[in-house]
């Protein structure tokens, strides 16, 4: 239905949040007249509807004004009256057969073997009473050309519209078009389009408005569960996210993770994180997308990712504190976690950290699942039912296809219990407090199963400390520097080794710093192996340096270099003296010989060989350049091209005039110059493809964006549109917001409006191959 458009902003906000069986109720007042009574709303639902639903859906809308109401007697609001297709049904065939002439007619009444009476009237009565019956409409579509009964199921089905490539005058009586043209099953409506009359659609609904009613929501088929498992098993997989992500921001801290060119993160790259925190690399992927969403992990340049600056409040708090992080992050987040990792079109992962844009409704999707969990406490909830469930309750979120809701459905639910906020199709103590606005509570309720914070550890012979709980924050930083994490949970254990300690000799621990944080910390003492580790390195550490020098002085004179480290030429130059003979400075040789000789000392460069260089001044040659007018344009094959021509010299060259010739003359030069400028241009690829989007795009601004494109660059696309999914398109023209397309499935030419698209997505070269 186009409804967007047409109705005021509070009354839309009403209509949209309308379940799926109160705008059923809607559709059926807009085809019954507009001051109906309850009987007649009840008589057009074929008695399938229990009195009490139909009532109780009568007082929402009442409610939401909607429907006014006296008594027995209803009115819809008229602006509801403008939606197109309600019910997904066309216009009445009286009023269709009132525009066509009564020669017309009388081909249609002769074609389904209906007598024709005199008058107009009583003809389109005749044949509105024939196409009304099921029984006949359904042999007429039978005896069709091949396509006929699938295109008339889908007119059926709704939206009724149908587009017409060959117009009236074309339509053939051995094409699916035509036959149902000259029968009445269709009728046009413009040169190129046709609609499916209410009755005929009726009639192939098995006599039915509604081929499907249900008036209450459908059952979660909830199972009982153990919520003190589901609280451990949930808590125990919300602090492993910490634990997880943790480390793969240390590990982003130390060495920027490096970005495709196209954006995201490699495959290389991910692997190499996946088994870093030991999961697999579309759960990894997730991991990064989560850190994103939260603020802690931010793209930089060029083409690199490294923490935000929050990250150093976020580590600084609680293993609970930061899993709140996190959880608000991610309910604000207006994306899918799950997209990253997930296949493309190519069957390729979706790259971490790529680009994507926004999808408006997916804060709302999530806080629907998650509304529906916490309906149904202590209970897990089966996922296809939940699905089900959720397109009753919000027909706008949800595509009206229910493999997709089910996908949809499903991602949340692994995504929360990616976060520890369900278990087993079950929401836990914690999720149900993060969820309803209670982040605070939640995050207390999680700290009991966090370990208590221990500000000490045992130290062991074997070069481990293990700490009984989580690590204090400075006595966590501390220890990290100096030994490597090896497990992680209720007790973390650490390894020392030379690699480890010499990383906090590098952050400028000396032996003793490192000896007096291992006694303050260290319950049962220090070993003596590790003792004696760490004053080895102590003294080891340094006694070979290296340093970088631009330069170098050395002269078998004592006296003279010690007078010229006493100059102000020394200060100048940052000279410093590393041995009797031996001076060094951050400045270049040649800088140093300049600085020198005004100052007295002839200083004189040296080479490699320790021999001093000779300096020749350089002898300057022209080189020849060939003429203008022999250069020839590129023939392809030959390998003769113009060479290293830079576009922008050759335009700035073209823009002056030759010389001996007045300004503005269009000499030879000039001309050969502009020509080659030209040919240049063109036979570079200043117009290539853009790279086709792998996205799938939701939502008006989205769908028009992708949809523009692809009109522009001509790709095939696949729509998901109020009729249905898996609409594949060759787009022609997307104007006014109505987007002109052949169906490269049944050739036939679409007119769909962007109000009625869910979801569009562009084909791959593979696939547009596949169809051709």
Known sequence: MSYQNLLSRPLLTSFESLDAFSRQVVDALCLLPDDTTVADLQELFGGDVPAADLEAALVQLAEQNTVVRDQDRLRLVRSLRTISFPAGLGPPLATLFGRQTIRNLEVIAHWIEVPAPKGKVALVAALTEALSSPSRVADLVAAGPPGTSELARKAA??????????????????????????????????????????????????GRVFPKVISRRPGLRPAPVEMTAVDSLSADRGLRLVRDLTALLEDAERTPLPLLKTGGVGVRELRRLAKLVGRDEPTTARLLELASASGLLGLSVPDTAMPLPAFDAWQAQGLAGRWGHLVAGWLAWDAQLFEAGAPDS?????????????????????????????????????????????????????????????????????????????????????????????????????????????????LQADLTAMVAGEPAGAMRAELELLAVLESAGSASVYRFSDTSLRRGFDAGRSAEDIVSFLDGHA??????????????????????????????????????????????????????????????????????????????????????????????????????????????????????????????????????????????????????????????????????????????????????????????????????????????????????????????????????????????????????????
């Open 523 to 772: 319950t049962r003492g220090v070993p003596q192996a590790l003792r004696y580790l760490v004053g080895d390195l102590g003294r080891r550490y340094g006694s070979v340096r290296a340093g970088a020098a631009g330069g170098y002085l050395r002269s078998d004179d004592v006296a003279l270099l010690a007078e010229i480290m006493r100059s102000p030429v020394a200060r100048r130059l940052g000279l410093r003296q590393l041995a009797p003979t031996v001076l060094v400075s951050p400045c270049g040789t040649e800088q140093l010989v300049e600085e020198l000789r005004p100052a007295g000392w002839l200083a004189a460069a040296e080479g490699a060989d320790g021999l001093l260089a000779v300096r020749r001044p350089p002898a300057n040659r022209a080189v020849l350049v060939p003429e203008l007018s022999r250069l020839r344009q590129r023939r392809p094959g030959t390998g003769r091209c113009f060479g290293p021509v830079d576009r922008v010299l050759a335009a700035v060259l073209a823009d002056r005039p030759d010389e001996g010739e007045p300004a503005g003359a269009q000499g030879p030069v000039h001309g050969e110059i502009e020509r080659m400028a030209d040919t240049l241009y063109y036979e570079s690829d200043h117009d290539a493809e853009p790279e086709r989007p792998t996205w799938t795009a939701s939502g008006d601004a989205s769908v028009a964006t992708l949809l523009e494109l692809a009109v522009e660059q001509e790709w095939c696309v696949v729509l998901d549109d109020a009729s249905g999914p898996g609409h594949v398109l060759c787009p022609i023209e997307f104007e006014d917001f109505v987007l002109y397309a052949d169906c490269l499935q049944d050739g036939s030419f679409h007119s769909v409006p962007l109000q009625q698209i869910n979801t569009a997505r562009v084909l791959s070269e593979q696939q547009e191959a596949d169809w051709e």
């Open 346 to 458: 190519r069957g390729r992962p979706v790259p971490a950290l790529q680009v994507r844009q926004a999808e408006p409704l997916a804060r709302e999707r999530r806080r629907q699942v998650l509304a529906a969990l916490r309906d149904a406490p202590g209970c897990g909830v089966d996922p296809a039912a939940l699905a089900v469930a959720l397109q009753w309750d919000a027909p706008r979120l949800w595509t009206s296809e229910a493999r997709i809701a089910q996908g949809y459905t499903g991602w949340v639910l692994q995504e929360a219990e990616l976060l520890g906020l369900a278990s087993a199709g079950a929401i836990s103590t914690a999720g149900r407090l993060a969820t309803s606005g209670k982040l605070a509570e939640a995050v207390q309720d999680l700290g009991r199963f966090t370990p208590p914070v221990s500000d000490s550890f045992v």
């Open 157 to 206: 089905v709704g939206p009724p519209a149908v587009a017409v490539r060959a117009g009236l005058y074309g339509a053939s009586d051995r094409t699916p078009h035509g036959w149902l043209l000259q029968r009445g099953l269709l009728a046009m409506t413009a040169w190129d389009a046709a609609v499916m009359p209410r009755e005929v659609a009726v009639a192939l609904r098995g």
